[in-house]
């Protein structure tokens, strides 16, 4: 072994094997292209951050997903995204707070009244005032404005009042 290179094996653990090999190349691994990405060297995925794209590298890039869902097929690379999934896909037992008339289950208290105050069993109460789209609740007709009408002022016409 030559000197030095002790340092450069300890620099390596915990790496993935595409990550060594661009490693040694440090131009190529943080070369950011002309549009302001970082592009993965294997994959060429973009990333707006180059430590966005060292941990795909490190975490996803070529690996199998690590996190698997106990209840169904879905598997993820990112823990949290698995707790989303289980969180929203939670079984009824899980949702402790069932509505009265559609028995739709909640994991909170608050979310049920929403959905029963507005929702359930309701028209729709707010409206796009350029189209006519309607929506029980506020921020997609927001959203919708936003996106379908970009030059127009942003606002809603409430039906209930």
Not at 87 to 93: L, M, P
Not at 132 to 150: D, E, F, M, N
Request: aromatic fraction near 10%; proline fraction near 6%; charge should be positive.
């Amino acid at each position: 072994m030559i000197e030095g290179d002790e340092g450069d094996a300890e620099r390596g653990k915990g790496r993935t094997e595409i990550e060594r090999s661009y490693a040694r190349s440090s131009r190529e691994f943080t070369t950011m292209r002309r549009d302001g990405l970082y592009e993965c060297p294997s994959c060429h995925n973009l990333y707006k951050w180059k430590k966005s794209m060292l941990s795909h590298l490190r975490n996803q890039c070529k690996q199998p997903p690590r996190f698997e869902c106990p209840h169904c097929t879905m598997k993820n690379y990112q823990k949290s995204h698995m707790i989303r999934h289980l969180r929203i896909n939670a079984s009824d037992k899980k949702k402790p707070f069932q509505c009265q008339k559609c028995g739709r289950g909640f994991t909170l208290k608050r979310n049920k009244d929403r959905h029963v105050n507005y929702e359930c069993g309701h028209e729709p109460r707010f409206q796009c005032p350029y189209c006519g789209l309607r929506s029980k609740q506020t921020s997609p007709v927001y959203a919708h404005i936003r996106k379908k009408h970009p030059e127009e002022e942003v606002f809603i016409f409430d039906m209930k009042l």
